[in-house]
T-cell receptor, first 112, second 114 residues
Framework: SQQGEEDPQALSIQEGENATMNCSYK?????LQWYRQNSGRGLVHLIL???NEREKHSGRLRVTLDTSKKSSSLLITASRAADTASYFC????????????WGAGTKLIIKP | DAGVIQSPRHEVTEMGQEVTLRCKPI?????LFWYRQTMMRGLELLIY????????DSGMPEDRFSAKMPNASFSTLKIQPSEPRDSAVYFC????????????FGPGTRLTVL
């Protein structure tokens, strides 16, 4: 089964609002990563958070990690139309033999 | 750096034909990954290389799939013979250090097998 599972599967909000996506996983991890995929494009790395970190920021992005709950969230503040994309979490869990395990993604639509 | 380069970007072929997908990783990256993405199965790791050596090919669906990395700047994924169920977007990604660090993806090859 998938290690990382995103929630919700789809999210539609108005431009300017904040968007929050969640990722849950099952086993201890080395790190958790968030990627964005625009339609018809490859995945682009957003943020990597290690298991000993609780929060990271990058511009309008904020990622939190709660290892006790085995969950992470990605917050996009002041959303823009250009943020419309699918967002994936990928977990690198201990003994994963260098594989990232990918979730199914959250499809985010920003309405103008 | 130009990023990960994949060719072709689109491939349409008929069932039974051989298909070869190509990838040029970012210079200096030690790890190279081949993924397949479909609506039904999401993103699947097919195979990855470390320093040109295949490390784990357990994701390769069948013997019809093969991958090579003859040198640090080139890799191929071959499907022979192709089948309609192979239709998907195939991504190549490379990573500079540990395999579970940041991966840099190419634009993908959209394969359609008729």
């Amino acid at each position: 089964s998938q290690q990382g599972e995103e929630d919700p599967q789809a999210l539609s909000i108005q431009e300017g609002e904040n968007a929050t996506m969640n990722c849950s996983y099952k086993t201890s991890i080395n790190n958790l990563q968030w990627y964005r995929q625009n339609s018809g494009r490859g995945l682009v790395h957003l943020i990597l958070i290690r298991s000993n970190e609780r929060e990271k920021h990058s511009g309008r992005l904020r990622v939190t990690l709660d290892t006790s709950k085995k969950s992470s969230s990605l917050l996009i503040t002041a959303s823009r139309a250009a943020d419309t994309a699918s967002y994936f979490c990928a977990t690198a869990f201990e003994d994963s033999n260098y594989q990232l395990i990918w979730g199914a993604g959250t499809k985010l639509i920003i309405k103008p | 750096d130009a990023g990960v380069i994949q060719s072709p970007r689109h491939e349409v072929t008929e069932m039974g034909q051989e298909v070869t997908l190509r990838c040029k990783p970012i210079s200096g990256h030690d790890y190279l990954f081949w993924y397949r993405q479909t609506m039904m199965r999401g993103l699947e790791l097919l195979i990855y290389f470390n320093n040109n050596v295949p490390i784990d090919d357990s994701g390769m669906p069948e013997d019809r799939f093969s991958a090579k990395m003859p040198n640090a700047s080139f890799s191929t994924l071959k499907i022979q013979p192709s089948e309609p169920r192979d239709s998907a977007v195939y991504f190549c990604a490379s990573s500079p250090g540990q395999g579970y660090d940041t991966q840099y993806f190419g634009p993908g090859t959209r394969l359609t097998v008729l």
